[in-house]
Structures are given as structure tokens and as C-alpha cells.
């Protein structure tokens, strides 16, 4: 075999060139589940905001006495949700005062954000998926009194005095009376209320008190520890509902609630997806 010797070229010859790939090679290592991640993010909303009414539950049993006994001496009971029993305060009516329970209810309307747009929402439709939930959408529950109650105050020889029942002294006993609710309050001031017993007149009175009056005297529930408040139940994820689309279901949590303006019954609920997506 002869190994020809390399010829020259003629004048403004150039070599055939062969494109090459200069881009630095990678390896592109995905698990399966980020993948089923990154589609599900392509396919539902990143928020959504669902306009709610608020629906007091009214009290059942408003045939309910309460006594108290003064140094032995019984007074003439009262009527604990009459109104005429209470001893007038400034902040608030009594009827305002005696809800078992807040109801939080889809109206059928609001808006969600999708790749930084915004789309509405027409009952439980938007443009690529469904949303479900269950009715009502959250169930706030107040404490109220479940029976007739009667309170002894005795003073000791110390000078103390004693209230039974629990068998303490010197201190207020404060009952749960029912939740505190009226339209366009604002929903930090929605509460559990209480009540203690006094006397007027030699007959049983009743005095009403909010938690979060700084007014509010020493006191001892005899009841379990309150649930959170209507708004913190809501930021904590208390409204939950799922969207569908696809054929597939991802959970949305409650993570804030503000007053519509000018709509003193509604609120704006909003929603996140259920922990993070790509």
C-alpha cells in the first residue's frame, strides 16, 4: 500500500468544516415523583380567593336559670339568656352574644391566579378544573351554657370570700354565655363570650365579658381550653377544599380572611396549594 503524499491546495481553498456541539454535555437526573410535581404545578392554580358569607347559628335552649346564694340567703333566680337579666355594659347588646356557632359559606364567586393571570371563578368551575369542598365551608363552635347553674358566695372569717362551686376564693367565676357576632364587625373582635353571676335589687343578675377586655377580672373556667379564634382557625388551614383537574386532586389550605368593603356580611377566604410545588 502507497501512501500518496498530501497535495497541495490551490490558492483560496478551504477544508470542508464539520459542526461539532461546543455545549458543555450535562446529565439531567430527575426523580419521578419531581416530575408528577412539575406537571401537577402545570395544571392547577397557584391561589385561589373564594367570597363567603358569615351565617350565625342561633341559641337552642334559651329556657336556662341561673341562682346565685349570698351568705346563705338564696336570691330570686334569673332567666340567663333574657335579656333583662344583664347587667347593661357599654360594649355590646346581649342578643349579639348568644350564637352557638359561625358559619362559614360559599357564595359562588371569586378569582384565582394562574401563571401570574387571573381567571374567575363560577360556582365550583374555573377554566381547568373543579373545586370541592364540603358545606358549610368551616363551622366555627362557640361554648354556651348547657344547664341551669347555681353559684354560693360565702365570706370567710378571714375575710376571704369563698364561691363554690368550684371551692376557690377570692376570685370571679366566668361560665361560656355564647359566641359574639354582628355584621361588619371586625372578624378579630368574633369571640367566645362569658358571663358571671351578681345581684341587684336582691335578685340574680347576670354580668356579660369579653376575652379580650383588658377589663376582664381574674377568673377560672371550669370547661376545657377554647378552640383558636375564627381568623387563626382560618390561617391555620380550618377551610380546606381540593381541585380537580385531569383526573387529578391536589388540597388547597386556608391561609387568610379579610371583610369585602361595603359588604358587611361577606369575606374574601384565601387558598394555597397544600405544600410546595416546583
Same mark, same amino acid.
Given at each position: 500500500?502507497?501512501?500518496?503524499?498530501?497535495?497541495?491546495?490551490?490558492?483560496? +481553498?478551504?477544508?470542508?468544516?464539520?459542526?461539532?456541539?461546543?455545549?458543555?454535555?450535562?446529565?439531567?437526573?430527575?426523580?419521578?415523583?419531581?416530575?408528577?410535581?412539575?406537571?401537577?404545578?402545570?395544571?392547577?392554580? #397557584?391561589?385561589?380567593?373564594?367570597? /363567603?358569607?358569615?351565617?350565625?347559628?342561633?341559641?337552642?335552649?334559651?329556657?336556662?336559670?341561673? &341562682?346565685?346564694?349570698?351568705?346563705?340567703?338564696?336570691?330570686?333566680?334569673? %332567666?340567663?339568656?333574657?335579656?333583662?337579666?344583664?347587667?347593661?355594659?357599654?360594649? $355590646? &347588646?346581649?342578643?349579639? /352574644? &348568644?350564637?352557638?356557632?359561625?358559619?362559614?359559606? +360559599?357564595?359562588?364567586?371569586? +378569582?384565582?391566579?394562574?401563571?401570574?393571570?387571573?381567571?374567575?371563578?363560577?360556582?365550583?368551575?374555573?377554566?381547568?378544573?373543579?373545586?370541592?369542598?364540603?358545606?358549610?365551608?368551616?363551622?366555627?363552635?362557640?361554648?354556651?351554657?348547657?344547664?341551669?347553674?347555681? #353559684? *354560693? *358566695?360565702?365570706?370567710?372569717? !378571714?375575710?376571704?370570700?369563698?364561691?363554690?362551686?368550684?371551692?376557690?376564693?377570692? !376570685?370571679?367565676?366566668?361560665? *361560656?354565655?355564647?359566641? +359574639?357576632?354582628?355584621?361588619?364587625?371586625?372578624?378579630?373582635?368574633?369571640?367566645?363570650?362569658?358571663?358571671?353571676?351578681?345581684? =341587684?335589687?336582691?335578685?340574680?343578675?347576670? *354580668?356579660?365579658?369579653?376575652? !379580650?377586655?383588658?377589663?376582664?377580672?381574674?377568673?377560672?373556667?371550669?370547661?376545657? #381550653? #377554647?378552640?383558636?379564634? $375564627?381568623?387563626?382557625?382560618?390561617?391555620?388551614?380550618?377551610?380546606?377544599?381540593?381541585?380537580?383537574?385531569?383526573? %387529578?386532586?391536589?388540597?388547597?389550605? =386556608?391561609?387568610? /380572611?379579610?371583610?369585602?368593603?361595603?359588604?358587611?356580611?361577606?369575606?374574601?377566604?384565601?387558598?394555597?396549594?397544600?405544600?410546595? %410545588?416546583?
Amino acid at each position: 500500500m502507497r501512501i500518496l503524499p498530501i497535495m497541495p491546495r490551490s490558492s483560496g +481553498y478551504e477544508p470542508q468544516a464539520i459542526d461539532l456541539n461546543q455545549e458543555e454535555a450535562t446529565l439531567d437526573i430527575t426523580h419521578p415523583a419531581l416530575c408528577v410535581l412539575e406537571e401537577e404545578s402545570k395544571l392547577f392554580a #397557584e391561589s385561589l380567593v373564594l367570597r /363567603c358569607s358569615l351565617k350565625p347559628l342561633p341559641l337552642q335552649n334559651q329556657a336556662l336559670k341561673v &341562682q346565685l346564694i349570698l351568705e346563705g340567703d338564696p336570691l330570686e333566680s334569673a %332567666l340567663l339568656y333574657d335579656t333583662s337579666s344583664l347587667i347593661p355594659t357599654g360594649h $355590646f &347588646q346581649g342578643l349579639e /352574644c &348568644q350564637w352557638e356557632g359561625l358559619s362559614l359559606q +360559599y357564595e359562588g364567586s371569586g +378569582y384565582g391566579t394562574f401563571q401570574g393571570k387571573t381567571f374567575p371563578l363560577s360556582g365550583n368551575s374555573f377554566p381547568f378544573g373543579q373545586i370541592q369542598m364540603r358545606n358549610p365551608l368551616y363551622l366555627k363552635p362557640f361554648h354556651v351554657e348547657q344547664e341551669a347553674y347555681q #353559684e *354560693r *358566695r360565702t365570706t370567710l372569717p !378571714t375575710g376571704q370570700v369563698l364561691t363554690s362551686p368550684p371551692g376557690v376564693t377570692d !376570685t370571679v367565676i366566668l361560665r *361560656r354565655y355564647g359566641g +359574639y357576632y354582628k355584621k361588619g364587625i371586625p372578624l378579630s373582635e368574633i369571640q367566645q363570650i362569658y358571663y358571671s353571676l351578681t345581684s =341587684s335589687h336582691g335578685k340574680t343578675r347576670v *354580668r356579660l365579658y369579653k376575652a !379580650t377586655d383588658p377589663h376582664t377580672p381574674q377568673r377560672l373556667y371550669p370547661q376545657e #381550653e #377554647e378552640s383558636p379564634s $375564627f381568623g387563626g382557625a382560618i390561617a391555620s388551614g380550618s377551610a380546606p377544599i381540593s381541585v380537580v383537574s385531569n383526573g %387529578l386532586s391536589l388540597g388547597f389550605s =386556608s391561609y387568610l /380572611c379579610e371583610p369585602v368593603p361595603g359588604q358587611p356580611n361577606l369575606i374574601n377566604v384565601h387558598f394555597r396549594p397544600k405544600g410546595d %410545588l416546583p
